[in-house]
C-alpha cells in the first residue's frame, strides 16, 4: 500500500491538494463556521493547524473547487460564486516598531498585487486597510473576505520589551477596528491568534467577533483526534508503542476530544518514531520563566490549577496572568470544565503530556539552579529512588542538587527570598520525569503540598522552612486519608530547608497506617 505523503512543514491548502499529501478533513468544521457566523475569532497553541485551516477557508472562498473534491463540503457549497480573499499574515522580524509597521504593509502589498487593486496611499496602513477593502468590494461587486493569522505576533514577540509590545498594541488596534466599518463591505472575517487580549485592550473595536476557542462544536477544528490517529494515520504508525505515543503526544483538550499537535505527530513520523520534544523545542518559554522569576511563582500550583472567566477573559500587557498565559501557550490545557453552582465555569487545567512536561521541566531545571550538565545524573537517581522506593537514595539526591545550586544563581534570581523555591526545585525535578504530580492537593484538613502517584507507591510530601516538624504536620492532618481508597502504599515525606545553608535541614519519613 503506497501511503501520501506527510505535509512536514506545509501549510498551504493547493500545494497538499495538489501534490497528493495525506489532507485531514476540516471542511465540515469550516462549512459550518460559515454558515452560522461572520466575524469569528480562534485561539490554538503555535503549530496547531491554524494557518492551514485559514488557507483553506481562503481557497474555499475563491472557488477553487477542484482543490476539494473528495471532502466533505464538495457537494455543499455553492461554486458558482466566488469572493475575494485579502489574507493579512505576519511573517517576518517583528521585533521593533518599524518592523511591525513594515510588515503590515509588506502584506497589504502583497494583497494588493494579488487583486489587482491599490491603495491611494500607503503611508497610514490603517488607512490603506479601509480604502483597500471598499476598493476591492466596488471591483468585484462583491463582500470581502478577510483571514488574518497570528494576529497577535507583534505582540507576544516583545512581552520582554514592554514599550514596544505596548506601541505594537496600539498600532494593531487601529488597523484591527477598519474592520468594524467595513461591515457593509465583508463577508466573512476570521482571525487566528495564540491569545485573546482583553477587551479593554486590542479588542477594544472588535466587540463583533464570537469567540469559538472554547466552544464544543469546534474543539477538533485544528489538530489531530484519536479517531485521525486511528483512522487515517494509522498505516503511517505501524510498529509504533500507541500507548506511550499517546502519552507523550496527546491530551490537549478544547472541550471535545482529546488532540494532537499536527507538529508533533508529522515530525514523530517523519524521524523515524524517535521520541522527542518536537513542539516544545520550537519556541522556547523565555518570557513565561521571566514572569515565573518576577513574581515568585509557587511552581507546584501548575500541577493543581482551577481557572474561572479569566481563561477566557485573557489579559492585557499591562497585567499578565502567568496561569492564563501557560494555558493559551500551550504548555497547559484543559483537563475538566466544572459547572458552578452559581451558574458559570471553572476550567481545571494540567499539562497536557510527557513532551510538555519533560521539557517544561528541563527548562525550568536549567533557569532555577544552573545545572544544565550534572542534572541527567539527579534526574536519573531521582527516578530510581521513587521507582522503588529508596528514601535514602531520593533524600542523598535532593541534597545533592541544592548542594551544586551555584551561589549567584541565588543571588541574580533573588529566588532565595521566598519559601516556594525549594518546593518549586523539587517539583521541577519531579516534573521532568514524567511522574503524576498534584501540587497543593486540597484535603477536608487543608492543603498537601505535592503528591506524587505511581503505580503502586504513593507519595506525600511537606515543605518547611525553618525547624517546624514537616512530618508531624502530614500525620496530624491525616493528609493520607484522602488516598486509602487507591489501595496504595502511602509514604510521607517531610522536608525541612534551611536558609542559611541553603539544603535540606531534615528529611523524616513513615509509611501511612490504614
Known amino acids: 500500500m503506497k501511503l501520501q505523503k506527510l505535509p512536514i512543514g506545509i501549510q498551504t491548502f493547493s500545494t497538499i491538494r495538489e501534490e497528493n499529501y495525506l489532507y485531514i478533513d476540516k471542511t465540515k468544521e469550516a462549512l459550518e463556521l460559515i454558515e452560522n ?33 473528495g471532502l466533505y463540503i464538495y457537494d455543499k457549497w455553492d461554486w458558482k460564486t466566488s469572493y475575494p480573499v485579502i489574507k493579512i499574515s ?20 502583497d494583497n494588493q498585487e494579488k487583486l489587482g487593486v491599490a491603495c491611494k496611499t500607503n503611508a497610514n496602513v490603517s488607512i490603506c486597510f479601509k480604502e483597500f477593502i471598499q476598493a476591492v468590494s466596488k471591483k468585484y461587486n462583491q463582500k470581502v473576505v478577510v483571514l488574518i493569522d497570528e494576529y497577535d505576533k507583534a505582540i507576544l514577540d516583545n512581552l520582554d520589551q514592554m514599550e ?61 483526534s484519536q479517531n485521525d490517529i486511528e483512522t487515517s494515520l ?9 500507548e506511550k505515543f499517546q502519552r507523550w503526544y496527546n491530551g490537549y483538550n478544547f472541550l471535545k476530544s482529546a488532540m494532537y499537535n499536527p507538529f508533533d505527530v508529522l515530525q514523530f513520523i517523519g524521524n523515524d518514531f524517535l521520541f522527542d520534544n518536537y513542539w516544545f523545542a520550537t ?27 479569566q481563561l ?55 533557569f ?72 497543593e492537593d486540597v484535603t477536608n484538613k487543608g492543603r498537601i503540598d505535592l503528591t506524587i502517584k505511581l503505580k503502586d507507591i504513593i507519595y506525600i510530601l511537606e515543605f518547611k522552612v525553618g525547624n517546624s516538624n514537616a512530618l508531624a504536620q502530614i500525620k496530624e492532618k491525616n493528609y493520607h486519608e484522602k488516598y486509602l481508597q487507591d489501595n496504595k502504599d502511602i509514604y510521607l ?4 530547608f534551611d536558609e542559611e545553608e541553603k539544603n535540606i535541614s531534615a528529611f523524616t519519613w513513615a509509611k501511612a497506617q490504614d
Open 283 to 309: 519556541g522556547t518559554p523565555t518570557f513565561l520563566i521571566k514572569l515565573i522569576e518576577k513574581n515568585n511563582y509557587f511552581l507546584p500550583k501548575l500541577a493543581n490549577l482551577t481557572l474561572g472567566k
Open 37 to 69: 457566523y461572520k466575524y469569528i475569532f480562534l485561539s490554538r497553541p503555535r503549530r496547531f493547524g491554524k494557518s492551514l485551516f485559514l488557507d483553506t477557508l481562503s481557497e474555499l472562498f475563491a472557488g477553487n473547487k477542484a482543490l476539494f473534491k
Open 493 to 496: 515525606i517531610g522536608i525541612n
Open 234 to 242: 494509522k498505516h503511517y504508525l505501524v510498529d509504533v508503542d500507541l
Open 368 to 439: 532555577m539552579t544552573n545545572q544544565k550538565t550534572e542534572k541527567l545524573n539527579y534526574q536519573d537517581n531521582l527516578y530510581d529512588a521513587l521507582m522503588e522506593n529508596d528514601l535514602s537514595l531520593f533524600e542523598t539526591s535532593l541534597k545533592a542538587i541544592f548542594a551544586s545550586i551555584p551561589y549567584n544563581n541565588y543571588t541574580k534570581n533573588r529566588l532565595q527570598n521566598y519559601e516556594g523555591f525549594y518546593a518549586s526545585v523539587v517539583y521541577v525535578y519531579l516534573q521532568s520525569l514524567g511522574f503524576d504530580i498534584i501540587g
Open 312 to 366: 477566557l477573559d485573557s489579559f492585557d500587557i499591562s497585567n499578565i496572568n502567568l496561569e492564563v498565559i501557560l494555558y493559551q501557550s500551550g504548555y497547559l490545557t484543559i483537563e475538566k470544565q466544572i459547572e458552578k453552582r452559581r451558574g458559570g465555569f471553572e476550567y481545571k487545567l494540567k499539562i497536557p503530556n510527557e513532551e510538555v512536561k519533560t521539557s517544561l521541566g528541563d527548562n525550568l531545571i536549567d
Open 164 to 224: 514596544v509590545a505596548s506601541q505594537a498594541r496600539e498600532i494593531l488596534k487601529g488597523f484591527y477596528t477598519v474592520l468594524k466599518g467595513s461591515d457593509a463591505y465583508l463577508k466573512f472575517v476570521f482571525l487566528t491568534g495564540v491569545s485573546k487580549f482583553s477587551k479593554s485592550s486590542i479588542f477594544s473595536g472588535l466587540n463583533m467577533l464570537t469567540d469559538i476557542s472554547l466552544n464544543k462544536k469546534f474543539g477538533d477544528i485544528c489538530g489531530y
Open 90 to 109: 505576519f511573517d517576518v522580524d517583528l521585533r521593533s516598531l518599524e518592523n511591525i509597521k513594515a510588515s503590515l504593509l509588506s502584506s497589504l502589498e
